[in-house]
């Protein structure tokens, strides 16, 4: 271990700190595309912030038409990549904390990015700094990436790659120590149907579930109207086959009800209390004032409702590297026209995509199906040049015997070749990505720099 490169981070940690404060302070969740601004102004400013940053330490710095940017040290050689991501999830509901304070507390920076991926990817930068400052000269060159729509849809990245040389060997990090070398396939179903002709029964006037499709919805909401004492004596005897809690609220000719459930990131969804589930639940044992919205809630409640594993869809499985498939229930909403939901699928390494959806429009026959943000799965054989470099400088750092995973999430690391996700996360921490209060120790971050600007310094002298 190069003990000049070691101490420069450490020299480095209360500005490190400061740095991702700051950019936590961005509320960076994807908005409406403007011209100069094609994920939302919010996420344009936080890529604004973190190149300057990236220019104020010393290196150069491309902005790629606001879809992507980078900071470079060095000008010759092999190509290195660390990608991360400036976006970040809603912050949702349950904070302890300002969501966006950046705030540094018991010995944790908080806030939405804290650890998914705005920490890690500016603790990155800052072990690259301490290459500079160390005075390691550059055999070779480590880009440090910035994506930024990583939570929806790649678009970022994936300009960046057709505009931008490609690393020939990349990490980032965005998951877990010590490294990852598969990722289950990741793929998004939306399904809807047309609320249909009027009949008897109770009119749902607005309903709404999740915010985002990777993320464990955490509350539902239905506003509806008819005979409400009806209404009132059902959810009284009603229960949930989850730990959602059910609260509402009667007004002159509505009544408001609202379910309560626990988000996770949408990959351990088993981890997470679904309110969408429980409100179907509820709402299809009751008789809907339109044919076809009734058909909807009735067919998804029963094929998808509370299950986790796609077993009355018909998916379920697993393999021996990845584990089991599972099933997100995302996202549901109604416009008085039409019924939407969109479900988030992670599927084991050996598994067929194209048959997952089939059997999905088998199983929800009826229903218009169409796929978005699809990522084909990822392996690394262990054996690789990457896997082994990898282990060897998170040992000679950590003092700890290496550890391989397999995810269910899905990281930057499929976006190019030769790629594996290699932390923040270690061994025996608390996930707090996609929930409240995000949160990353100090001590956590100030170590992965530390491993980093080894990594950097064997990238940069020996590759």
Known sequence: ?????????????????????????????????????????????????ALELGKELGFEVKNVDNYAGHVQYGNA?????????????????????????????????????????KGPTIAALYALKAIKDAGIEPGNRIRIIFGTNEESGWGGINYYLQKEEIPEMSVTPDAAFTLIYAEKGIVNYRFSKEAGENKEGFEIVELEGGEASNMVAADARVVMK?????????????????????????????LAIHVKGVSAHGSKPEAGVNAISALLDFLSNLELSKTRL?????????????????????????????????????????DGEKIEGVINIRYPVFFNEKRIKAQIEEALGGLKIEREHHHDPLYVSPDSELVKLLINVYEKVTGEKAQLHTIGGGTYARAVPNAVAFGPLFPGREETEHQPDERVLVDDLVMM???????FHRILTKW
């Open 226 to 254: 008819g005979d409400l004492d009806k209404l009132l004596a059902l959810l009284e005897i009603f229960k949930p086959k989850n730990k959602a809690t059910i609260s509402w609220e009667k007004g002159a000719d509505a």
């Open 77 to 117: 050689g092999r190509l290195f990549g660390v990608l991360g991501h400036l976006d970040v999830v809603p912050e949702g509901t349950g904070w302890s904390v300002e969501p966006y304070g950046g705030i540094v507390k018991n010995g944790y920076i908080y806030g939405r990015g804290a650890i998914d991926d």
């Open 294 to 334: 009734q058909e909807f809630v009735e067919k998804v409640s029963s094929k998808i409702g509370y299950e986790t594993d796609g077993n009355s869809l018909g998916i379920a499985g697993r393999d021996k590297i990845t584990g089991p498939l599972s099933v997100n229930f995302g996202t549901l909403r109604y």
């Open 449 to 455: 720099a530390r491993i980093y600007a080894q990594l």
């Open 1 to 49: 271990m190069n003990k000049k490169v070691d101490a420069a981070v450490l020299a480095l940690k209360d500005e490190m700190v400061n740095a991702i404060s700051e950019l936590i302070k961005i509320p960076s969740v994807q908005g409406e595309p403007e011209e100069g601004a094609p994920f939302g102004v919010e996420v344009r400013k936080a890529l604004e912030k």
